[in-house]
């Protein structure tokens, strides 16, 4: 399949008058061919419009032909085959295997909500029966199911070319809850989101879907990104991004006539406590695996662990020095976009430059474009609460670790942070206590803990969530990966006392669809 | 009980030193003592802290607890006898019956509340269990709960000064989610806030609650609401009132340095369609029944039905000279204030002035103070979808008939609306085909939508959505009524690989709580 550097508005290919955007491939500098023209607010006009024109018909389609529209998604992926690959590689400079991974738990997503979609749950089924005879007042019959908001803007994401970006997270939970998409794609890999978009417009036209319910656009995030947000007839949008990029989002959206809501998912430090007998007991060991979920992809991920908590002592420094050792031979990676290699490259001198940080090791160096070099920096609990630049996040291989006078200081530190997407806590039996008391500040911190392991590697599941309160993101009712990643695009409508004949579907007598239900207050 | 006009800031009476308010009594404009005494920033500040020690330790209480604490409120509200009813009756010129209805219903709604606690289907325990062979990467144990958000701040409602004040279906979804709860009550009813909180600030004592769970503030929504809405350790805000007050909120809430939600019941005219079949079949008694339901409790209701929508035709008039006929026989009825008679004198005013309107027929007048003369309106389709004005909320007893050239109109008028409450269809049999075209519309517009009914009336169970787009709710993922009002002061959090020992009762193994979990993707 060819890229042709034209946008994907329905079922035509349009292209842009608007700015050119050229990717760069990031370990070389070099631009890469075609040019993609950017979009201008006419496309954004067309995309919308025929995202409209599509709702209704396809927020009814049945489960199941839903379901085999995103299975179709995920097998059109695939078979763009090896084309798919090595544009996305050329575009990121993330390695093969890794690319190969991302495509294929892009795939298990899409076919994650093809069985959410079968299964029904999110569709909050309740029924409370009539009650004609109750007095003072007899009761109506009352039938609840959610429906989809209406068309949903996605930002691809930088750092997911694949599992984030065109066919990613959101779009496949928007289009499982009967949303159409429009995505903006991301400037640093517009060639993948083409190739992507072209399996998504094949699938919508096998499947026979309304052409409206996907379009992908170019442009920038502050026009094209904008006036989509700004657009009346989109109803809601998911992002992955740069803090200052989704508060612009949420901005926008609050400003509107009709506020929409917005799913940012962007800052995250994701804090690791090192409790005290885990760090006798293991220092060595965890200072080893520490390094190698700080340094998997040059840490270009939301929950890269940035912040390290443990008290001043042997142990720690028996950590410190495992640490110091391992990022000895971490290699250099190129990084996705030379400006997040100039953002990473700003926060590490900054680190450097601060008078109350320490400097405790670093990975290799390189001549070559764009590589991150990895950093583990140090300060005390007491700079650390006196100095709000070290809670920003540097996105990429750099983290840095607070001494603490005591366990107790822990919670002073875990209550100085704002919202995160992750909290982990390496703890041993003898801990249990400590972590006990630091585990409610954690809880209204972050969206996920996790006990003896690493915050990177986030699982495709149901008990998921990537999600947390601001600036985690933007909503902390949320999930952005995951089951429930379904409940964003949703909202729940009330039906009383209509006849079968009018009543949908998922409410009717007998329960067709066979969904789990709540039926006068029971599940059944 | 005396009425001293304090506040309430966790197990303290406090005397405001900011502005004094009086309730009036509408029926006669008479002033009623004692003095209320507004609080400073020092009483919101007070109050949020409060909430906020209490929130780690309230939010955990196990749900035995929770619920008696709520049955508690309920009994303590009862327990206030005759006091409560005659100082409302007096705050709000609202007849007995409906003071004692009222009650009612806010007792069942602390109950049913009680009920969600004890089954908690609302923390959406989801278990995905670890699977340590699994290939190339073994999974971790993930499990999800959901959490409270923290302290919400409830803006206490004129329309209901019992069902949705003090200890209304904000307050008691909040408590029930585990978030404390801190009132700005409505100055309308001061007196009867001041009973009502000290009914839950004696449950709370009674049921060992940490004080801080509940707090009662006097003062303006401009000052004290504002500041309650800004302070950091304040999380959500529940509020029913106008879309002016309303959207204030949004706006301050959006605009924190950590945004938070806001769930506000606003502006809702509630269209009313109604079919040619039913129309022709029944046209006398649906004006008859239209009439009953526009003009109780003097039309102060949000599903109050401000808009008809009709063929123009003979079975129209028919309606319209049943309506007509019906009005003559009702008797004015005292508004809750001053301002709210004022409002609907000038939204009936503009109405009476328009051009493009006539009046149809109109209820008894009266010279006493704020008494509410029904009044109905009609236009044409073609005027209505000319004029926004006429788009706007008139709260209280008008409504205005939208004379339609054909059925097909219908669908005009529905997608000219802004965001509703609520959309009902009067129908029959043969109007199956026309309805089930408006039907999409209707669901992309409205919260609820009903058949053969009217609006007014709203049953607090778990099918009930009392919401709906923008401006009727500021958030249409959400409703204020019914067990599902329970969502929107949670948010989910995940826990992967915790040891059993720390782990929340709602996660453990063995289920102790005896919850409904999605294990493994599946119901249980």
């Known amino acids: 399949m060819d890229i042709t550097g034209s946008m994907l508005i329905g079922s035509q290919s349009v292209t842009g008058t608007s700015k050119t955007i050229y990717a760069i491939n990031p370990a070389t500098n070099e631009r890469l061919s075609p040019a993609f023209h950017g979009g201008t607010q006419a496309d954004v006009n067309a995309a919308a419009e025929l995202a ?87 009761r109506n019959d009352l039938r609840l199911r959610t429906i989809a908001l209406g068309p949903v803007a996605v930002f691809g994401a930088s750092n997911f070319p694949l599992a984030f970006s065109v066919a990613g997270g959101d779009t496949a939970s928007a289009l499982a809850a009967g949303c159409p998409v429009v995505v903006k794609a991301h400037s640093a890999h517009p060639g993948t989101s083409e190739l992507v978009g072209k399996a998504i417009q094949t699938a919508v036209k096998k499947s026979g879907m309304p052409e409206g319910v996907f379009s992908l656009l170019f442009g920038s995030g502050r026009e094209v990104g904008a006036e989509l947000v700004k657009h009346p007839l989109i109803k809601a949008v998911g992002f992955t991004g740069s803090r200052s990029g989704g508060t612009a989002l949420m901005n926008i959206a609050a400003n509107r006539p009709e506020p929409i809501p917005v799913y940012a998912e962007m800052s995250s430090i994701n804090p690791v406590f090192l409790m005290p007998a885990a760090l006798k007991a293991r220092g060595e060991a965890l200072g080893k695996g520490f390094v190698g979920s700080l340094t998997m992809g040059a840490g270009q991920f939301c929950t890269n662990p940035g912040l390290v908590i443990a008290v001043d002592s042997p142990e720690l420094d028996g ?115 400590d972590a006990a008391q630091l585990l409610p500040t954690l809880e209204r911190k972050a969206g996920r803990i996790l006990c003896n392991g690493f915050p990177t590697g986030v699982e495709v599941c149901h008990a998921m969530v990537h999600g947390g309160p601001f600036p985690a993101t933007s909503d902390s009712r949320s999930t952005s990966v995951g089951s429930a990643a379904i409940n964003r695009f949703i909202r729940p409508v009330s039906y009383q006392d209509l006849p079968q004949a009018l009543l949908p579907e998922a409410l009717k007598d007998g329960n067709p669809l066979k969904l789990r239900r709540l039926m006068d207050g029971k599940s059944e």
Not at 117 to 122: A, C, D, S
């Open 52 to 138: 409209w024109a599509a709702f209704d018909a396809y927020r009814e389609t049945a489960p199941e032909q839903r379901a085999q529209f995103l299975e179709c998604i995920a097998d059109e992926i695939l078979a763009l085959g090896d084309t798919l690959v090595q544009r996305a590689m050329a575009e990121s400079g993330l390695p093969q295997a890794r690319i190969e991974g991302e495509r294929g738990r892009t795939m298990g997503q899409l076919k994650l909500f093809a069985n959410v979609v079968r299964t029904g749950n999110y569709l909050d089924v309740r029924i409370d029966p009539a009650m004609p005879d109750r007095a003072p007042l007899p």
């Open 319 to 433: 950590f410190l020095v495992a640490a110091q050792a391992a990022l000895k031979d971490v290699t250099t990676q190129t990084m996705l976009t030379p400006g997040i290699f100039q953002a990473y490259s700003g926060g590490v001198d900054a680190l450097k430059n601060n008078a109350n940080v320490e400097q405790v090791g670093e990975g290799q160096g390189s001549a070559n474009p764009n590589q991150c070099q990895a950093g583990l920096f140090s300060t005390t609990a007491a700079q650390f609460l006196a100095d709000d630049s070290l809670t920003e996040e540097v996105f990429g291989a750099s983290s840095l670790v607070i001494k603490c006078n005591d366990v107790a200081e822990f919670i002073k530190v875990a209550e100085h942070l704002e919202g995160q997407l992750t909290a982990t806590i390496q703890l041993d039996e003898a801990d249990y206590g």
